[in-house]
């Protein structure tokens, strides 16, 4: 058995262009530092797995297959995407193609629709990455019409040398009760990785690199009252990670925008419009929710 060695696949990694995609990974996205080193592992054993396989005759490397474990927002969907690029660097994927589906995007209203749109997704994915997002819905018990789609995706996922890479993601628990009834989908994953939440520092890191993008930023007051906001927010229910953040800052930039030009003469300046402060965080719902719990 020839085995590559370090220096080998130090090199592969380096002249592929997959080195600098895992330095962006690790440089670009808040937190996760568990999932960042989890997926340098995979990359490199990858790496070797497909290595070998192209010195020893007869031999392939094992079907590479994904569970992204964890709450909605946290980076699952990003994470894929890097990965998706990564994979096609080194040769493991002929495309970066990633492929993002939901459970209704692989079956129909009847019988005999799921094989069908499987197939069609399936297709559509080939030679590159199938991000199947709450796949824990795919079993869902009242629509038996996803489980032709799952058996069809079952049969794939079990091809030696196949040309589609799946990586199936949800919460924690229902995916464990998913991967307990099918136990033969369990053992088609090759490597699950869980996703932390992030904590409400990570958060504001996140926001800041949101407003980043879209050319704003807090001023001082508005960061610290977005912090008393993301501490009213996440102890409420169905909170999203950074997708909760995402979806705060679009309120807020919109309040922003009807105060400033609400009953104005003259135009806003671009520093005023670029500026999220505390009278567009404090405004929200969330806030005045907390404030009638603790006159309560």
Excluded: W
Excluded at 24 to 40: H, I, P, S
Excluded at 245 to 256: E, G, I, S, T, Y
Aim: net charge neutral; hydrophobic share 40%; aromatic share 4%.
């Amino acid at each position: 058995m020839t085995t590559p060695t370090p220096a080998e696949l130090e090199t592969v990694l380096r002249t592929s262009g997959a080195e600098a995609l895992l330095d962006e990974l690790d440089r670009d996205l808040v937190g996760l530092a568990t999932v960042k080193r989890r997926v340098r592992e995979i990359v490199t054993l990858a790496l070797a797995e497909r290595l070998r396989a192209q010195r020893e005759p007869g031999s392939r490397a094992r079907p590479l297959h994904f569970a992204f474990i964890g709450n909605p927002g946290n980076g699952k969907t990003t994470v894929a995407g890097r990965m998706a690029g990564i994979l096609h660097r080194l040769g493991c994927t002929r495309t970066n193609r990633l492929v993002s589906v939901i459970r209704d995007d692989l079956a129909g209203p009847a019988d005999g629709y799921g094989a069908a749109r499987t197939r069609g997704m399936l297709e559509k994915a080939r030679g590159g990455v199938l991000f199947v997002d709450e796949a824990h819905q795919l079993d869902r018990p009242e629509r038996a019409a996803g489980d032709g789609g799952l058996a069809i995706l079952l049969e794939v996922m079990a091809e030696e040398g196949g040309d589609l890479v799946v990586i199936l993601a949800g919460p924690a628990d229902r995916m464990e009760h998913f991967f307990r009834a099918r136990p033969e989908l369990r053992a088609r994953i090759a490597h699950h990785l869980d996703f932390p939440d992030y904590d409400e520092q990570e958060l504001v890191a996140i926001a800041e690199l949101v407003l980043a993008e879209q050319g704003c930023r807090f001023s001082p007051e508005g960061r610290v009252a977005f912090q008393r906001y993301l501490g009213a927010r996440m102890r409420q229910p169905h909170f999203a990670n950074a997708r909760s953040v995402r979806n705060a800052l679009d309120r807020a930039r919109l309040r922003r925008a009807v105060r400033l030009f609400k009953g104005r003469v003259t135009a806003a300046t671009l520093e005023e419009l670029q500026t999220i402060g505390p009278e567009e965080i404090l405004a929200s719902r969330v806030l005045a929710h907390r404030a009638e719990e603790e006159v309560a």
